[in-house]
């Protein structure tokens, strides 16, 4: 009789299980590093999107998902939020992630609103994908930052300034990318200072990072970043291959 045989069977079950895990990505609690290579040295990181590639992914204008249409930012070429600064200077993955990590290796900007609602919601949805693994590091800068600026935080806008008085954490949306992140930001602007709220939810699939920030005009809650949009453009990014 075998009596090693059981030992043997609950090391394959345990090394099956790991192999899963690297394959999966988040099967098992979190995204996978890459895999060693046979020399034993870590494989590289995976290569950003061309510019041509990310486009491909991104919501087309005039593209339409619920009652949300999706056009470019024509006069600014991306959200005014991207020249923006936060005080202190760790907060600022809360306020954009232009200059993030060195900067992305592509980005594309898309704004989606409801044509019917001009003071309705307004979402800006930002793809950039980053080159030498630092896509990771954007999701880890904005994971710091909700937790430093969770008390609130200045946001810099030239000679004018926004103040945060609260950050919150949100579930993250499941399901979708390597990791994600959502928060619930309250802002006192208005000339009654009365409260007004902007949702971010950011998104890292590999090499790529996808980040949507909802905002309105009117007076209540709008609740959140419109699920409709996050699915729309994550059905879209993943249904392509690289």
Same mark, same amino acid.
């Given at each position: ?61 005039? #593209? ?5 249409? $999706?056009? #470019?930012?024509?006069?600014?070429? +991306? ?26 290796? $592509? ?16 979402? $800006? ?20 930052? +909700? ?20 950050? +919150? ?28 709220? #902007? ?18 005009? #009117? ?24």
């Amino acid at each position: 009789m075998n009596k090693g045989y059981g030992k043997k069977r609950t090391l394959a079950r345990t090394t099956l299980a790991v192999v899963s895990c690297a394959v999966a990505l988040t099967a098992c609690g979190g995204p996978a590093e890459p895999a060693a290579r046979t020399d034993g040295k870590p494989a590289a990181a995976p290569k950003p999107l061309s510019q041509t590639a990310l486009t491909a992914r991104a919501l087309t204008p005039g #593209e339409e998902t619920g009652p949300y249409r $999706a056009g #470019e930012y024509t006069v600014s070429g +991306g959200p005014l939020s991207d020249d923006y600064t936060a005080a202190p200077a760790v907060c600022q993955p809360l306020v954009g992630l232009r200059a993030a990590r060195g900067g992305p290796a $592509a980005q594309v900007h898309r704004r989606l609103a409801d044509p019917g609602k001009p003071q309705g919601t307004d979402v $800006a949805v930002q793809l950039r994908t980053y080159a030498a693994g630092r896509a990771a590091g954007v999701l880890a800068d904005l994971r710091t930052a +909700g937790q430093k600026c969770a008390g609130g935080f200045a946001e810099v806008r030239g000679a004018a300034r926004g103040t945060y008085t609260a950050v +919150g954490k949100l579930p993250a949306p499941a399901g979708v990318g390597d990791e994600a992140q959502a928060f619930r930001l309250t802002l006192l602007d208005g000339k009654d200072g009365a409260p007004s709220y #902007e949702y971010l939810t950011v998104v890292r699939s590999g090499p790529t990072v996808l980040s949507f920030r909802a905002q309105t005009l #009117e007076s209540a809650d709008l609740g959140g970043v419109p699920k409709e949009i996050v699915d729309a453009q994550w059905e879209k990014f993943s249904s392509l291959k690289r």
